[in-house]
């Protein structure tokens, strides 16, 4: 688990011209906004792929340091594809943060999103401030990869105590838990 002195500090300065970058969408107008997007901030994406099926062979490969993936393609959509990769084995990118990108997303669909296990999710048509901002939002979080039942991604929990001023119950029940078990 990531200590405090693991994150990122806020006014950490990011260099982004040396990220290998994938972007995947089946939309040829879509990967060319969101390249041209991505080289405003220096990062000229290594790889622009067109399916689910060549992002997998790939990655498969090639180390990737952050994916930006499309939700809808008719070969293997997104969310198969991250799922295939949180689960790729001893293969490195299984831990890329993965940012995917929808035209039209239902809540559902960011449920999935979430527990197929990508980092975020940011809708289309997105502006340029937005995706720097989950790109260094995904570059500073610490969160540990769980693998908890068929889940294999980053911990989907946030910890907020700030917000939340009532007594600690789950606490609580894991203490008087442990003494039941003692």
Not at 43 to 61: D, K
Not at 141 to 150: H, I, K, Q, S, T
Not at 167 to 176: H, S, V
Request: aromatic share 8%; with cysteine; charged share 25%.
């Amino acid at each position: 688990m990531p200590t405090q002195s693991d994150t990122l500090r806020d006014s950490a300065v990011f260099n982004l011209s040396g990220a290998v970058v994938m972007v995947v969408d089946d939309s040829p107008f879509s990967l060319t906004l969101t390249t041209g997007v991505l080289s405003g901030f220096g990062v000229r994406p290594a790889y622009t792929v067109g399916s689910g099926v060549q992002a997998q062979s790939l990655l498969a490969e090639k180390p990737i340091d952050l994916l930006l993936i499309d939700t809808d393609m008719p070969d293997m959509d997104g969310f198969e594809l991250v799922r295939w990769l949180r689960r790729s084995g001893p293969n490195p990118n299984a831990f890329t943060p993965v940012i995917m990108t929808a035209s039209h997303i239902r809540r559902g669909r960011v449920a999935e999103a979430r527990d197929c296990g990508a980092n975020f999710v940011v809708t289309k048509p997105f502006s340029a401030a937005m995706l720097l901002e989950r790109i260094l939002w995904v570059a500073r979080d610490a969160r540990p990869f769980l693998e908890v039942g068929d889940y294999l991604g980053p911990d989907r929990r946030f910890v907020r105590p700030e917000l939340y001023e009532g007594e600690e119950r789950r606490a609580d029940r894991l203490r008087n838990n442990m003494v039941e078990f003692a």
